[in-house]
């Protein structure tokens, strides 16, 4: 099973550009989730899909957005880029949403560098 | 804010050793999961442990947990060179609504000298 991808790997955007990121989850899975890695604050979460439904929602101003089509693939979208917005920024997936079981499963990440 | 704690933040080892890191957190939990991370790469999963389970092998990992502590440490035995990675815990907590989110520690560096 071909696992989590997320494109592009590598990104440079200028102050107030926007953004889009991509993540392709593990086939069958439903859930997708998205986090963000900085050295000052960690690994910190965004937000969750499942099935094309927003289920949870990290602390993050509304310039952070995601979607998830019909196929589960998601993307998460940045408005008005900040310098703070520089990240390591991570997707997950999860055959299921919650429960005691459910594992995630990381891609390789975005590196996001705004200049 | 992150909800859980890792210590130590740093540590330094010879190949072959045992490396142990804790992890504590501070709300109810469905379970929590150890992951590795190389270099700023992505994470890699290691481990789920359940709330309603107290001890969990998987190769040269042993993890525990112990709820009423709130605390699950993570056990690497005969370590090798490879094993140099920051390693997390993440705990997905038990909520009203349904839904997944992790939450994660602060990480812990281990570095397996030859």
């Known amino acids: 099973k071909a696992g989590v991808t997320q494109t592009p790997r590598y990104l440079i955007k200028t102050r107030g550009q926007q953004v889009t990121l991509s993540c392709s989850p593990i086939?069958?899975?439903?859930?997708v989730s998205w986090y963000q890695q900085t050295p000052g604050q960690g690994l910190q979460f965004l937000f969750e899909?499942?099935?094309?439904?927003?289920?949870n929602k990290g602390n993050f101003p509304g310039r952070f957005s995601g979607r998830q089509f019909s196929n589960s693939r998601s993307e998460m979208n940045v408005s008005t880029l900040e310098l703070g917005d520089s990240a390591l920024y991570l997707c997950?997936?999860?055959?299921?949403?919650?429960?005691?079981?459910?594992?995630?499963?990381f891609g390789q990440g975005t590196r996001l560098t705004v200049v | 804010s992150q909800q859980g704690e890792e210590d130590p933040q740093a540590l330094s080892i010879q190949e072959g050793e045992n490396a142990t890191m804790n992890c504590s957190y501070k709300?109810?939990?469905?379970?929590l999961q150890w992951y590795r991370q190389n270099s700023g790469r992505g994470l890699v999963h290691l481990i789920l442990?359940?709330?309603?389970?107290r001890e969990k092998h998987s190769g040269r990992l042993r993890v525990t947990l112990d709820t009423s502590k709130k605390s699950s440490s993570l056990l690497i035995t005969a370590s090798r060179a490879a094993d140099t990675a920051s390693y997390f815990c993440?705990?997905?907590?038990?909520?009203?609504?349904?839904?997944?989110?992790?939450?994660f520690g602060e990480g812990t560096q281990l570095t397996v000298n030859p």
């Open positions: 997950a997936s999860s055959p299921r949403t919650g429960g005691l079981n459910t594992e995630a499963f």
């Open positions: 086939s069958g899975h439903r859930s």
């Open positions: 899909y499942f099935s094309e439904t927003q289920r």
């Open positions: 709300t109810s939990i469905n379970n």
């Open positions: 442990i359940r709330s309603n389970e």
């Open positions: 993440a705990t997905d907590g038990r909520r009203e609504t349904s839904g997944s989110r992790l939450t």
